[in-house]
């Protein structure tokens, strides 16, 4: 019995089962030749379709895909050993109503379900997608059901919401990003309020420090000489000793803790965050409410920075109402080209003219920099 422990065999029913007994009495019991109880013989046969013997393995496999739903149906629903019912489901996975009866028994391991997952209907998937709990607390569950080809897009949506109100965060699952900035920015604090961080790395509007808040520095009407200014972030620093145990300790942290420290990390916290590979730890830096618009702008000016980061910046009125955000995002050879189009006529003439004799950025925004100039008399 490799799969199934003996000690989860009644007494009752090891002489069924057990490789010591007689190898006719095991293969009347796989064939369901034995005066037993149905939740016996099923147990039995179960346990059986594990052995490794194969025709009795192939015989008891035959027996529990054979059986009537009429004799399957009260047995699904008992709290058995979950490896009983991990082996019970693979048999009944394509039988909907049997099926469905499974995945409401909560004595059905998540990992079970999650190996089904693929093989389950559209009605069982919307099912499971509903049952909170297990989705809470089973990683491998979510992914299951996420790529599912008969899942609906609304209802993994409503998954990912539930997960990212939970506090649960996943590495490497990209819908988690669309579901943080669908949330509010109080429900995003209120979602990573329950995961540990470092106090010291918090903004002090966090920690209920007295400390003074940093003022937002305002964007420079002019900004002639912003690749010249932003020149430091697109180069390597030299290693800073007193800043290694920080950087360490952001490079020991799970995902979630990132998430959590990035939406209430002080400046330099959100300044490390921008930067790091993770798209979802990026973008809940930029999502922090205590971002200044320097920071904004820095961000717009990057040619490192996340793609997704950049796309928030663009479409956020707010932000792109600065001339130092607008002339970073026209300047930056990252801009999707129709944004830095839709901003290149706001700037003013000496920035026009930079941008004009521009190598660093493509031709079409460089020729409508002189178009614009020809217009202007300029």
Same mark, same amino acid.
């Given at each position: ?5 003996? +000690? ?7 002489? #069924?089962?057990?490789?010591? *007994? ?36 192939? &015989? ?8 009537? +739903? ?8 008992? !709290? ?93 699952? @990209? ?30 509007? #966090?920690?209920? *420090?007295? &400390? ?6 305002? &964007?420079?009407? +002019?900004? @002639? ?16 000793? $007193?800043?290694?145990? #920080? ?6 942290? %799970? ?10 990390? $002080?400046?330099?916290?959100? %300044? ?15 999502? $922090?409410?205590?971002? %200044? !618009? ?20 663009? $479409?956020?009125? +707010? ?44 031709? &079409? ?14």
């Amino acid at each position: 019995m490799p799969e199934v422990p003996r +000690e989860i065999v009644p007494e009752t029913l090891r002489k #069924f089962v057990d490789p010591a *007994s007689p190898i006719a009495m095991r293969t009347m019991a796989a064939k369901g030749l034995v005066p037993i109880p149905p939740k016996d013989l099923v147990f039995v046969q179960c346990v059986l379709s594990a052995s490794d013997d194969p025709k009795l393995a192939e &015989a008891a496999d035959k027996s529990l895909r054979g059986h009537p +739903e009429a004799i399957l149906k009260p047995i699904v629903k008992l !709290d058995l050993p979950a490896q009983i019912l991990d082996l019970l489901a693979t048999r009944v996975v394509e039988r909907a109503a049997l099926c469905e009866d499974l995945l409401l028994n909560k004595s059905v391991a998540d990992d079970t379900l999650a190996r089904i997952c693929p093989q389950l209907s559209e009605a069982s998937v919307a099912l499971l997608i509903q049952n909170e709990e297990r989705l809470l607390r089973s990683a491998p569950l979510v992914i299951a059901l996420k790529d599912h080809p008969l899942a609906s897009r609304a209802a993994v949506d409503r998954m990912f919401d539930l997960l990212v109100r939970g506090g649960v965060i996943l590495d490497d699952v @990209p819908e988690l990003t669309d579901a943080i900035l669908r949330l509010s920015s109080d429900e995003r604090l209120a979602a990573v309020a329950k995961i540990e961080v470092p106090l010291d790395m918090l903004d002090p509007a #966090f920690t209920g *420090s007295a &400390a003074p808040a940093e003022p937002a520095p305002e &964007a420079s009407a +002019e900004m @002639p000489d912003l690749e010249a200014e932003l020149a430091p972030e697109e180069t390597e620093p030299a290693e800073d000793p $007193n800043k290694i145990p #920080f950087l360490k300790r952001l490079a020991t942290m %799970t995902i979630a803790q990132k998430v959590a420290v990035a939406l209430k990390g $002080n400046k330099e916290v959100r %300044t490390a965050l921008l930067r790091d590979s993770n798209k979802l730890v990026a973008v809940a830096a930029i999502k $922090n409410p205590r971002i %200044t !618009d320097q920071e904004v702008v820095q961000v717009a000016a990057s040619k490192n920075a996340n793609e997704e980061v950049l796309r928030i910046v663009c $479409n956020n009125r +707010e932000w792109t109402r600065s001339y130092g955000v607008k002339l970073a995002l026209v300047m930056n050879p990252k801009t999707p080209l129709g944004v830095a189009m839709r901003f290149l006529p706001l700037l003013n003439q000496s920035d026009l003219k930079n941008i004009a004799k521009s190598k660093n950025l493509s031709s &079409a925004i460089a020729n409508q920099a002189k178009a614009t100039l020809s217009r202007s008399g300029k």
